[in-house]
């Protein structure tokens, strides 16, 4: 560089070129002063492109319906099919009409029937994978799997009351790290499926976080389940309604009941029941 300090040729070498940005089909970005860019980049994305609004539409949807029109989702093309190609014009085109308003597409695709319907089989839809005629049941990933179980039992509002913001991110953060570390592959790396490894199995069955959180620790779920409900059959409901989000079926507040009596109602029962339900598929799966 000393050198070409005394050689001018070898400076307008080594001189750097203004670079002017350019969008992907070579077209200068001509934005006014004080302009986002990202902004201009959006514009420039959305404007007179069917595609966008497709694949965009495509992609929420098969976000909640563990299936996009078309698959995978993340290679949208002509070659593909296209499982319902009017729905998803007129979803796109709604789309594109109010703005690409990402949260009247969600709100939209979570208020119809088809992402309402139920899981169970039938002789007429137990086949069906393609066409929405049931819900299709999907496990949720590492991270879902360790946020339900502290907004279930009530570990992440407990926290909150009792530590400052930012201890409580230190100590969420170093639990979730502890969580997934279960979920590994053999090379080291952590993967965000559940699938029900042995290694997932025994986390979930006997691991320190997972049974302190069912467990009925002051500020928890359960803990407050006994303060607020007194009769068995009320705290069986309301269990059920922080794990399963429903309210247990007459066969099932039965067994519990009875298994209640065998253990004479002690805390430790209740806190078998709340663990069971924790360690449900139902529990660890959407749908």
């Known amino acids: 560089e000393e050198k070409a300090k005394e050689n001018p040729e070898a400076m307008e070498k080594l001189a750097?070129?203004?670079?002017?940005?350019?969008?992907l089909d070579g077209d200068e970005v001509e934005a006014e002063d004080g302009a986002e860019a990202r902004k201009?980049?959006?514009e420039w994305v959305t404007k007179d492109n069917d595609w966008f609004a497709r694949t965009t539409a495509n992609r929420i949807w098969g976000h909640y319906m563990k299936r996009g029109f078309v698959e995978p989702v993340?290679?949208?093309?002509?070659?593909?099919?296209?499982?319902?190609?009017?729905?998803?014009?007129?979803?796109?085109?709604d789309f594109a009409s109010h703005g690409y308003d990402l949260r009247r597409l969600m709100r939209i695709i979570l208020m119809t029937r088809a992402y309402q319907l139920s899981s169970d089989l039938s002789a007429n839809n137990k086949d069906d994978l393609l066409y929405y005629s049931r819900a299709y049941v999907e496990q949720l990933s590492a991270v879902q799997v360790f946020g339900a179980l502290a907004s279930a039992t009530g570990a992440e509002k407990a926290?909150?009351?009792?530590?400052?913001?930012?201890?409580?991110?230190?100590?969420?953060?170093?639990?979730?790290r502890q969580f997934t570390t279960t979920f590994e592959d053999d090379e080291g790396k952590e993967i965000e499926s559940f699938t029900g490894t042995i290694p997932q199995a025994l986390m979930m069955m006997n691991g320190e976080f997972v049974t302190k959180v069912a467990s009925a620790f002051p500020g928890g779920t359960l803990h407050t389940i006994f303060k607020t409900h007194k009769s068995p059959e009320d705290r069986?409901?309301?269990m059920y309604l922080a794990a399963l989000c429903r309210k247990p079926l007459s066969t099932e507040r039965s067994k519990m009941l009875n298994y209640l009596n065998g253990e004479?109602?002690?805390?430790a029962a209740y806190e078998d029941i709340f663990w069971a339900?924790?360690?449900?598929?139902?529990?660890?799966?959407n749908h």
């Open 74 to 93: 993340d290679d949208f093309s002509e070659i593909n099919i296209n499982s319902n190609p009017e729905l998803l014009a007129y979803v796109a085109r």
């Open 16 to 23: 750097i070129a203004k670079a002017t940005p350019k969008y």
């Open 159 to 176: 926290g909150s009351e009792k530590m400052s913001k930012d201890k409580l991110a230190k100590t969420k953060f170093a639990l979730l």
């Open 264 to 267: 004479n109602s002690t805390v």
């Open 40 to 42: 201009k980049l959006a």
């Open 236 to 238: 069986i409901d309301a």
């Open 277 to 285: 339900l924790l360690n449900s598929a139902e529990f660890l799966n």
